[in-house]
C-alpha cells in the first residue's frame, strides 16, 4: 500500500473518532447450562427441547423465546409455537411456573439443579420451507431455543437426539460425546443452525480452515463443478478481506423441487440457503448468487453491523437506516465476486447491472421513499412489497460509490478500500458503526467531500446518475420505456404456488385474489414460474378478460380478472467506442478489482 493511501487511512481513524467496547452483561461463575434437541419420529410436529441447568444460586429464573431472528427483519412470533412447558428440579419435583408475559415463563428454583422441558413447532422459512420430516430437520436457534434472563453470557453445550441412522450438522465445536458441540454463549448458539437427518456433505479447506457443504433433497447436478465454484468464491472473498474470522464454516443447501428457490439467511459461521433442484440441474451456477452474498455476510453485517444490532434487543426490533449498505451493498460485492473470479463474464456483469436499474425504475416508490425509509422500516413493509428495496437500491448505490470514487481518485481509492477500513477499524474492534460513518469514510479515504450524494441518493429520492457515472468507466447507459400488458405484480413460492405477495388495487386484486392464496392455473395453463405467468399474460391485448384459477382457504375458485397495462423499463449498457484512458483504467481496476496503475504499468 503506498505511503499516501496509510496516510489518508490514518486520518481516517483520527476523523472518525474512538468508540468504547460495549460487552453484552452477563454474570460467570460455575453454573452449567446444557440444551438437548430431541426428535420423535412419533411425533414430527414438535422439537423436544430440554434446559439443564445446574450449580445455580438463583430463587428464580425468568426464560424466555427470542422475538426475532438477526438478519430477518420482522416479527415471526416464535413464542407461539410453544406447546407445552414445565420444570422439575432435582429427583424430578415439579416446580413452580408461572407464565409472565405473552413469551416468558418464570420458574422459582428449589435447589441448585433445574430441568426445563418444552415442546416447539418448527418454524417454516421461506429459504428451507418444511423445517421438519421424517428424514431432515432443520434447527434455527432463535425459533427452538429459549434463553435464561441473565445468563446468556455463560457458554453452553447443545446435544442433538436423533433418530437411528441420522447424521448431525453444525458449525459449532464438536465435543467428544456423540451430536454434542459448545457455544461460546447463547448468542453463538442461536446464530449456529444444525441440520439432522439424511443428506450428504462435501468439505474443502481454506488456510487449513475446513468448509462444509451440506445437501438435503434431490437434484442431479455436478457436485465437482458446485464445489469448484463455491470455493473460488470463498477463496476471492477471504483474499479480498485478509482474514478467516471462523474456525469452521458449513453451508447449508436446502434443494427444494420445481423451479422455486428459496433464498438464504446468514450466520457468522454459515448460511442457510434453499435452491431450485431443477435450476440446479440445468445449471449449478444458479447457486453462485446467493452463495456468495451468504458467504460476504460473513464480514458484512455479521461482523461489519450498524451500532443498533452490535446486541440484540429480544423486546423490540432493531431499526437501522443502513440495511442499504448491510444488505444492498452486499448485493452488489455478490455481483463483484462473480465477475473477478470468472464466474460471469463482463457481458452477465453489465447485464446484471441492467437488471438493477431495470427493477429500480419500473418502482414508482422511488420518487417518495429513500433507501434509509426503506432500512428503517423493513419491519411494517416488509421483503415483498413493490415498493424501494434496500437490496436493489442498495446495491446501484454501492456500483455509483465505486465508480465516482474511483473516477474522482484517478483509480487510487474505491469501494473496496470502504470495505476494509470498514473491517479493520470496526469489525476488528468489535463495536458497530453509526449511520454517518459510512458516508465518512468515503470522504475521508477519497479525500472528496460526498455529503451530496448521501443527501441526495441515500437519504434522498433523486433519480440516482446511471449515464454519467457508468460513463466514468467507458460505458452508456440507454434506458427507455415501454408498456406492456400485466395484471398486476404478484410473487408466489413453494409447490403450491402460495402467494405471498399481491398487488393492491391490481387488476388481479380487485379480482378477488389475495396473499395465501394459491395460484392453480391460468387459462387452464398450470404455472410454474412467475416468468411463465408474465409470458401467458403478454399475449393478451389491454382489456382483455382470462380466468385465473386459485384456491382460497379450502375453496377453489375461477375468477375473471380484466388485462391491465404497466410501464417496463429495457435498460442497455454498452462499451464506448472511444474511451479515454482513465475511462479504461477506471473499467479494468473495477472489473479485476485493483486500484492505482494497471499492474504491467507499476514499477
Not at 467496547?21 to 438437548?36: A, C, M, P, Q, T
Not at 432463535?142 to 434463553?147: E, I, Q, R, T
Not at 422511488?366 to 421483503?383: K, N
Request: proline share 3%.
Amino acid at each position: 500500500m503506498k505511503a499516501r493511501l496509510w496516510l489518508v487511512i490514518i486520518l481516517a481513524f483520527i476523523s472518525l473518532g474512538f468508540y468504547n467496547l460495549f460487552v453484552r452483561s452477563g454474570e460467570s461463575g460455575h453454573e452449567n447450562i446444557r440444551y438437548v434437541l430431541s426428535i420423535d419420529e412419533a411425533a414430527l410436529e414438535f422439537f423436544k427441547v430440554k434446559i439443564i441447568i445446574e450449580n445455580t444460586t438463583r430463587d428464580r429464573l425468568i426464560f424466555s423465546m427470542p422475538r426475532w431472528s438477526p438478519g430477518a427483519y420482522r416479527i415471526p412470533n416464535y413464542s407461539a409455537a410453544v406447546a407445552t412447558f414445565e420444570a422439575n428440579g432435582s429427583s424430578g419435583k415439579k416446580l413452580s411456573v408461572q407464565k409472565i408475559g405473552a413469551d416468558s415463563w418464570q420458574v422459582v428454583l428449589a435447589g441448585d439443579y433445574l430441568v426445563v422441558e418444552y415442546q416447539v413447532e418448527p418454524a417454516y422459512e421461506t429459504w428451507s420451507q418444511v423445517a421438519l420430516d421424517s428424514s431432515y430437520a432443520l434447527v434455527e436457534g432463535p425459533s427452538v431455543f429459549m434463553y435464561a434472563a441473565g445468563m446468556t453470557a455463560l457458554p453452553v453445550t447443545v446435544e442433538y437426539e436423533v433418530p437411528h441412522g441420522w447424521q448431525v450438522a453444525s458449525p459449532l465445536l464438536p465435543l467428544s460425546a456423540p451430536n454434542t458441540f459448545r457455544a461460546e454463549n447463547y448468542d453463538v448458539l442461536i446464530d449456529s443452525p444444525a441440520q439432522l437427518g439424511n443428506f450428504s456433505r462435501y468439505k474443502f479447506d481454506v488456510d487449513n480452515v475446513p468448509i462444509e457443504l451440506v445437501f438435503h433433497g434431490e437434484s442431479h447436478f455436478s457436485v465437482d463443478s458446485f464445489l469448484v465454484m463455491v470455493e473460488k468464491i470463498c477463496d476471492y472473498q477471504i483474499d479480498f478481506f485478509q482474514e478467516i474470522p471462523f474456525e469452521r464454516y458449513v453451508f447449508f443447501y436446502k434443494l427444494l423441487p420445481g423451479r422455486g428457490g428459496g433464498g438464504g439467511l446468514e450466520h457468522a459461521n454459515s448460511a442457510t440457503i434453499g435452491l431450485s433442484s431443477e435450476r440446479l440441474a440445468l445449471n449449478v451456477m444458479s447457486a453462485a448468487e446467493v452463495t456468495a452474498h451468504e458467504f460476504f455476510h460473513v464480514w458484512n453485517v455479521k461482523r461489519i453491523r450498524p451500532k443498533v444490532l452490535e446486541t440484540i434487543d429480544d423486546a423490540a426490533e432493531e431499526r437501522t437506516d443502513a440495511l442499504w449498505f448491510s444488505e444492498g451493498v452486499t448485493s452488489y460485492y455478490e455481483a463483484l465476486t462473480l465477475v473477478r473470479t470468472g464466474i460471469w463474464n463482463a457481458a452477465g456483469f453489465f447485464n446484471e447491472i441492467e437488471r438493477q436499474i431495470e427493477q429500480l425504475q419500473e418502482t414508482g416508490d422511488r420518487h417518495a421513499t429513500s433507501v434509509v425509509d426503506a432500512s428503517r422500516f423493513i419491519w411494517e413493509r416488509g421483503y415483498i412489497n413493490s415498493g424501494v428495496s434496500f437490496y436493489n437500491k442498495g446495491e446501484l448505490l454501492g456500483l455509483l460509490l465505486d465508480l465516482t470514487m474511483r473516477n474522482t481518485t484517478g483509480n487510487r481509492v474505491s469501494l473496496d478500500e470502504v470495505m476494509h477500513f470498514m473491517n479493520w477499524w470496526f469489525a476488528k474492534e468489535n463495536r458497530g458503526f453509526e449511520e454517518n460513518d459510512i458516508a465518512r469514510a468515503v470522504s475521508t479515504l477519497s479525500q472528496h467531500d460526498f455529503s451530496h450524494f448521501f443527501e441526495d441518493y441515500v437519504a434522498g429520492t433523486s433519480e440516482l446518475p446511471f449515464a454519467e457515472t457508468l460513463a466514468y468507466a467507458g460505458l452508456s447507459a440507454d434506458i427507455h420505456t415501454s408498456w406492456v400488458p400485466s395484471i398486476g405484480e404478484v410473487i408466489f413460492v413453494g409447490p403450491h404456488n402460495r402467494l405471498v405477495y399481491v398487488e393492491t388495487d391490481s387488476p388481479i386484486f380487485n379480482a378477488g385474489v389475495r396473499r395465501d392464496d394459491s395460484l392453480l392455473q391460468v387459462e387452464g395453463v398450470e404455472i410454474g414460474a412467475l416468468s411463465q405467468l408474465e409470458d401467458l399474460v403478454s399475449q393478451f391485448e389491454t382489456g382483455s378478460k382470462i380466468n385465473i384459477g386459485v384456491l382460497s382457504g379450502a375453496a377453489e375458485k375461477l375468477l375473471t380478472v380484466t388485462v391491465g397495462k404497466k410501464e417496463l423499463i429495457d435498460c442497455e449498457i454498452e462499451l464506448l467506442a472511444n474511451p479515454s484512458e482513465q475511462q479504461l483504467l477506471v473499467r479494468r481496476g473495477w472489473l479485476a478489482g485493483w486500484t492505482g496503475l494497471a499492474p504491467n504499468q507499476r514499477n
